[in-house]
Antibody, heavy 118, light 107 residues
Framework: QVQLVQSGSELKKPGASVKVSCKASGYSFSSYGMNWLRQAPGQGLEWMGWINTKTGNPTYAQGFTGRFVFSLDTSVSTAYLQINSLKTEDTAVYYC???????????WGQGTLVTVSP | DIQLTQSPSSLSASVGDRVTITCRASLRISSYLNWYQQRPGKAPKLLIYAAFVLQSGVPSRFSGSGSETDFTLTISSLQPEDFATYFCQQSYTSPFTFGPGTKVDIK
């Protein structure tokens, strides 16, 4: 069965970096783009962008340019989200998600809580 | 960006009740509207896509309707496992925005 398994929770200080992984299994990794979404505590969902798993080309939503980096290691069917120069407002659960077709997500990782605190 | 509003923001209901949640888009989005359920501490789960198509494995008590700017999610007979937060999302154009959510809790 399809699974997206994310790395565990992280506690970081402001200014540090974090790299979240999302390992896919049960399907052809390069057949679907990988999307990233953010959910701040008690808040709704924000689409951060996606990475083309065939070409490695990332697309970032407005508000997620500059400090956010999507990358891949196709040899292990894994997508990564790196956040640099962390701010306290980056505290959130980050999800990877696979689209069913275009923008509707039928498979999700379990989420990774990133906490940024002085 | 396309803005989505949901109403109500929360509701209290009993097991067996019929529940209706609405989602309104700021622009016409045809049928590119999806519904998700999120239980506390869990990832969202796709319930309905393309406004009315039931995702595989989702119980038939869930249904969706609407087009262009006005959409509805209906739960015909609320079950204990349905107490959760529901989000709508548009997949008409990037960025794929979400509504703020509707929390359904036990009366």
């Amino acid at each position: 069965q399809v699974q997206l398994v994310q790395s565990g929770s992280e506690l970081k200080k402001p200014g540090a970096s974090v790299k979240v992984s999302c390992k896919a299994s049960g399907y052809s990794f390069s057949s679907y783009g990988m999307n990233w979404l953010r959910q701040a505590p008690g808040q709704g969902l924000e689409w951060m962008g996606w990475i083309n798993t065939k070409t490695g080309n990332p697309t970032y939503a407005q508000g997620f340019t500059g400090r956010f980096v999507f990358s891949l290691d196709t040899s292990v069917s894994t997508a990564y989200l790196q956040i640099n120069s962390l701010k306290t407002e980056d505290t959130a659960v980050y999800y990877c998600a696979r689209p069913r077709a275009e923008g509707e997500y039928d498979e999700w990782g379990q989420g990774t809580l990133v906490t940024v605190s002085p | 960006d396309i803005q989505l509003t949901q109403s109500p923001s929360s509701l209290s209901a009993s097991v067996g009740d019929r529940v209706t949640i609405t989602c309104r888009a700021s622009l016409r989005i045809s049928s590119y509207l999806n519904w998700y359920q999120q239980r506390p501490g869990k990832a969202p789960k796709l319930l309905i896509y393309a406004a009315f198509v039931l995702q595989s494995g989702v119980p038939s008590r869930f249904s969706g309707s609407g087009s262009e700017t006005d959409f509805t999610l209906t739960i015909s007979s609320l079950q204990p496992e349905d107490f959760a937060t529901y989000f709508c999302q548009q997949s008409y154009t990037s960025p794929f925005t979400f509504g703020p959510g509707t929390k359904v809790d036990i009366k």
